[in-house]
C-alpha cells in the first residue's frame, strides 16, 4: 500500500542550527501534506499544510520565519526548523494521501 | 471550531478481554472521523475513518467503531484484545471535505493490556 516516509528518524543538533526534516509519498503524488508536532505523551498538533507549488499555510501560532516548508514537488515536502532552541526538540510527523490515511514515522529532534 | 475529547488517559484491559475507548467530538457539520494507533516512537496508522453510510465502520486488525450522531461519539471497539494491541489510541475529527485541512486530535489514551 502507499507509504510516507520521514528522514532522519532522529537528530540531535546544537542550539542555534537549522535542521531538515524529509517527508516522501512513495508510491503516489501528493499535492498536499501535512506537518504536526507531538509533544511527550501529548496529543497532535498540526502546524502547517504544505502545498506544492506554492506557499504553506500555518496554523495561528506556528512561526513560519522558524519553521519553513517547502514542497517542491509532488513527492516531498521538507520542514526546516531554522536556529533550533532546545524547546523545539520535539516529534515532528507528516501526513499525506486522501483523506490524511498516511502517516511518516516521525522524527524525534533533539536540540542540545 | 472543532474539539476531539478523549476521557480515559489510561485504559487497563485483560487480554482476551472486549475493549471500548470512547471519543465524543464538536463539530457543527458532519463530522470526517478517524482513529488512529501510534507505537511508542513511531508514526500514526488508520485502523478506520467514518464519513457518511453506514454508522458502524470496520477497521483493521479487527476494529470498530460506531458514529452516533445524537451523542457526538465515535467510539472504538474490539472484541478480544491481544498483546500487540497495547499502544496510544486517537481519534481525530477532520472538516467535511475529509482531509483538504488539517485534522484535529484528541489527547489519546493509553492501553495497557494484563496478562
Known amino acids: 500500500g502507499a507509504v510516507v516516509s520521514q528522514h532522519p528518524s532522529w537528530v540531535i543538533c546544537k542550539s542555534g542550527t537549522s535542521v531538515k526534516i524529509e517527508c516522501r509519498s512513495l508510491?503516489?503524488?501528493?499535492?498536499?501534506m501535512f506537518w504536526y508536532r507531538q509533544f511527550p505523551k501529548q496529543s497532535l498538533m498540526l502546524m502547517a499544510t504544505?502545498?506544492?507549488?506554492?506557499?504553506?499555510?500555518?496554523e495561528q501560532g506556528v512561526e513560519k520565519d522558524k519553521f519553513l516548508i517547502n514542497h517542491a514537488s509532488l513527492t516531498l515536502s521538507t520542514l526546516t526548523v531554522t536556529s533550533a532552541h532546545p524547546e523545539d526538540s520535539s516529534f515532528y510527523i507528516c501526513?499525506?494521501?486522501?483523506?490524511?490515511?498516511?502517516f511518516g514515522q516521525g522524527t524525534r529532534l533533539t536540540v542540545v | 471550531a472543532q474539539s476531539v475529547t478523549q476521557p480515559d488517559i489510561h485504559i487497563t484491559v485483560s487480554e482476551g478481554a472486549s475493549l471500548e475507548l470512547r471519543c465524543n467530538y464538536s463539530?457543527?457539520?458532519?463530522?470526517?472521523l478517524f482513529w488512529y494507533v501510534q507505537s511508542p516512537g513511531q508514526g500514526l496508522q488508520l485502523l478506520l475513518k467514518?464519513?457518511?453510510?453506514?454508522?458502524l465502520v470496520q477497521g483493521i486488525k479487527g476494529f470498530e467503531a460506531e458514529f452516533k450522531r445524537s451523542q457526538s461519539s465515535f467510539n472504538l471497539r474490539k472484541p478480544s484484545v491481544h498483546w500487540s494491541d497495547a499502544a496510544e489510541y486517537f481519534c481525530?475529527?477532520?472538516?467535511?471535505?475529509?482531509?483538504?485541512?488539517?485534522?484535529?486530535f484528541g489527547k489519546g489514551t493509553h492501553l495497557i493490556i494484563q496478562p
Open positions: 463539530y457543527g457539520a458532519t463530522p470526517y
Open positions: 501526513s499525506a494521501g486522501d483523506f490524511q490515511a498516511f
Open positions: 467514518y464519513f457518511s453510510g453506514d454508522t
Open positions: 508510491d503516489f503524488q501528493a499535492t498536499t
Open positions: 481525530a475529527v477532520g472538516a467535511e471535505g475529509g482531509g483538504a485541512d488539517g485534522l484535529t
Open positions: 504544505s502545498n506544492e507549488g506554492s506557499k504553506a499555510t500555518y
